[in-house]
Nanobody, 116 residues
């Protein structure tokens, strides 16, 4: 069973930065991609950005350069750097690892709260 564990959330003032981490129990070669989604209160879960097994990144349109997905192969860890945080970034941020066969492994989520 694959485990995916997020960390790094918290309470931040608007304009600040956070780096979220997502550690997987398997190496990146096990997955087609890993990435980040978020779910704000009363809203559907939405894509933030992903990084493929080949190292390419794809982002949602709203990201506009404030979010960066990266990875550390040696640590089986994917990161989400969020800069210039806004109150509307408040959400639970989830990590997803997806295999080429379509199996999905979600983390438990980490809360990000941005105060104005």
């Amino acid at each position: 069973q694959v485990q995916v564990v997020e960390s790094g959330g918290g309470l931040v003032q608007a304009g600040g930065s956070l780096r979220l981490s997502c550690a997987a129990s398997r190496g990146f070669n096990s997955f087609n991609f890993m990435g980040w989604y978020r779910q704000a209160p009363g809203k559907q879960r939405e894509l933030v950005g992903v990084i493929t097994s080949g190292g390419s990144t794809n982002y949602a349109d709203f990201v506009k350069g404030r979010f960066t997905v990266s990875r550390d192969n040696a640590k089986n860890t994917v990161y989400l750097q969020i800069d210039s945080l806004k109150p509307e970034d408040t959400a639970v941020y989830y990590c997803l690892a997806k295999t080429s066969g379509g199996q999905e492994y979600w983390g438990q989520g980490t809360q990000v709260t941005v105060s104005s």
